[in-house]
C-alpha cells in the first residue's frame, strides 16, 4: 500500500515563504509524475505544479514566478517552495503521485490527506 505524508503548511503573511514537503512510502519502484493540487472552501481542486520523474515541470498561470516544484527520486519526495505568498493562495494543498509501480501494481494514482496553508495578516 502506497501512503502519502504531506507537511510544511501553516499560517504565513502575505509576502512570505513555505515550504511543503509530501513523502511517498510503500513497495515503490517508481512515480512518473509528482505534484500538488489544490482546493479552496468553495471551489474546485486545481493542479498548482507538477513534476516527472524526469524533471520536466509545470505550473498553473496563477503560480509561475513564485512556486518551484522539485523532486529526490530517491527519496519519492516531492518539495513545492512557495515564496511571494498571497491570501489567494489560501487553500488545502494535496500531495499527488501517478503512475506509481510497486511490487504488486503499476500505473495508479495516489493522493495525500492535505494540508493547509493560510496566508492572512
Known amino acids: 500500500q502506497v501512503q502519502l505524508v504531506e507537511s510544511g503548511g501553516g499560517l504565513v503573511q502575505p509576502g512570505g515563504s513555505l515550504r511543503l514537503s509530501c513523502a511517498a512510502s510503500?513497495?515503490?519502484?517508481?512515480?512518473?509524475?509528482m505534484g500538488w493540487y489544490r482546493q479552496a472552501p468553495g471551489k474546485q481542486r486545481e493542479l498548482v505544479a507538477r513534476?516527472?520523474?524526469?524533471?520536466?515541470?509545470y505550473y498553473a498561470d496563477s503560480v509561475k514566478g513564485r512556486f518551484t516544484i522539485s523532486r529526490d527520486n530517491a527519496k519519492n519526495t516531492v518539495y513545492l517552495q512557495m515564496n511571494s505568498l498571497k491570501p489567494e493562495d489560501t487553500a488545502v494543498y494535496y500531495c499527488?503521485?501517478?503512475?506509481?509501480?510497486?511490487?504488486?501494481?503499476?500505473?495508479?494514482?495516489?493522493w495525500g490527506q492535505g494540508t493547509q496553508v493560510i496566508v492572512s495578516s
Open positions: 510503500g513497495s515503490i519502484f517508481s512515480i512518473y509524475l
Open positions: 499527488y503521485a501517478g503512475g506509481v509501480v510497486t511490487a504488486t501494481s503499476r500505473g495508479n494514482d495516489y
Open positions: 513534476i516527472t520523474s524526469g524533471g520536466s515541470t
